[in-house]
């Protein structure tokens, strides 16, 4: 596993009004298995998907952006997928 960076955001909490200072770190890691062997746990998520890094550099086209988490997509998000991108051996 590889820090590839920290996002800085703000996120208002819709309870109190408060706005709250939020620091995510991101993580790479190298998966060598078949994707299917990964299993969703607890309630967290519906299903787990593979996408390309290549396919999200390049841009979806609108079915796939439809189906894709839309804040993932963000300039942010997309730097990180470069990053990342750029630790991939050819």
């Known amino acids: 596993m590889r820090l590839i ?9 819709p309870v109190t009004g408060k706005i709250n ?10 998966y ?3 994707p299917d062997n990964l299993k969703v746990e607890g309630k967290q998520a519906q299903r787990f998907e593979v996408w390309k890094i ?4 390049r841009g979806l086209n609108d079915t796939d952006k439809k189906r894709f988490i839309a804040s993932m997509l963000e300039k942010d998000y997309l730097e990180i997928y470069k990053k990342i991108e750029e630790l991939i051996p050819r």
């Not at 960076?5 to 909490?13: E, P, V």
């Not at 200072?21 to 190298?30: C, K, L, P, S, T």
Request: no cysteine; glycine share 0%; charged share 30%.
């Open 54 to 57: 290549e396919d999200l550099l």
């Open 32 to 34: 060598h298995q078949d």
């Open 21 to 30: 200072n939020v620091i995510r770190a991101v993580y790479a890691y190298e």
């Open 5 to 13: 960076t920290t996002l800085h955001k703000s996120a208002k909490d």
